[in-house]
């Protein structure tokens, strides 16, 4: 019998127990003003929320630095030789 879940797991298993998709398809038809797709604000921040939760929010990084030291981006690669 396996023992507990991790706390790991138990987040897991809560953000699989809804349904991400169908909260992004009701908030599009919401915002797109389809009918039979109204919400309240509570059922908006909510739905909000959880997307928040399983979903990352895609901001704009900015990388600035002292313009007589740029930022240098160099690639590393490994190569393993068999022996």
Same mark, same amino acid.
């Given at each position: *019998?396996?023992?507990? $879940?991790?706390r %790991?797991? @138990?987040?897991?298993?809560? !953000? @699989?127990?809804f #349904? /991400? /998709?169908?909260?992004i398809? @009701?908030?599009?038809?919401?915002?797109?003003?389809q +009918?039979?797709?109204? *919400?309240t604000? /509570? =059922?908006? #921040?909510?739905?909000?929320? $959880?997307?928040a939760?399983? %979903?990352? &929010?895609l901001?704009?990084? +900015?990388?600035?630095? &002292?313009p #007589? !030291?740029?930022?240098a981006? =160099?690639? %590393?690669t !490994? /190569?393993? %030789?068999?022996?």
């Amino acid at each position: *019998m396996p023992g507990p $879940l991790s706390r %790991v797991e @138990k987040m897991e298993a809560w !953000r @699989k127990s809804f #349904d /991400t /998709t169908l909260l992004i398809k @009701k908030l599009n038809s919401h915002a797109l003003g389809q +009918e039979g797709a109204e *919400m309240t604000r /509570t =059922q908006i #921040d909510a739905a909000k929320i $959880l997307l928040a939760k399983t %979903v990352p &929010d895609l901001k704009a990084i +900015e990388i600035s630095g &002292d313009p #007589d !030291r740029p930022v240098a981006i =160099q690639e %590393v690669t !490994r /190569t393993i %030789v068999g022996g």
